[in-house]
């Protein structure tokens, strides 16, 4: 059973990583964490990913606010590890997520960037309800979803 938990000193030190030709497209473990730590003041949040006991992967996001002022939370980090990967762990974990992001209820959207390429990606956030927004950033695609 898929399940989140946030991290802590006793869960942060596990060896989860994607495939070499994958790195380009999702950032490391250690980039996640100090993101969370970066933007702790800021609503993030950041995860590993189990089935049942074993650590599969890891989800990052925080609140954000574009020019206008308006707040939407920013699904920044998400990957499954290389050994987990064509199992369905993904989707059901990225579900988890956003069902956390409906119980805060602090925003009514959520937004993220997938990299060019990342073919997997996009067809699950597709698949979630995410729609391509015409924002893009260099090699990244802008998507956002309704939480309502």
């Known amino acids: 059973m898929i399940r989140l938990e946030t991290v802590t000193p006793d869960n942060w030190r596990y060896d989860l990583s994607v495939a070499e030709d994958q790195k380009h497209f999702v950032a490391s473990s250690a980039v996640i964490l100090a993101r969370a730590y970066a933007y702790r003041d800021h609503g993030g949040r950041a995860f590993v990913i189990y ?12 609140d954000w606010f574009n020019e206008e002022g308006e707040g939407f939370y920013n699904f920044s980090q998400f990957f499954i590890d290389k050994k987990y990967q064509r199992r369905g762990f993904g989707l059901k974990a990225a579900e988890l997520v956003l069902d956390m992001m409906r119980e805060e209820g602090k925003f009514d959207k959520v937004v993220l960037c997938y990299v060019d390429g990342a073919d997997a990606a996009r067809e699950m956030y597709k698949k979630l309800g995410f729609y391509h927004t015409g924002d893009d950033y260099e090699d990244e695609i802008g998507m956002e979803m309704p939480l309502k």
Do not use: K, S
Request: overall charge negative; hydrophobic content about 35%.
């Open 51 to 62: 089935n049942d006991e074993t650590p599969v992967g890891m989800a990052f996001y925080c």
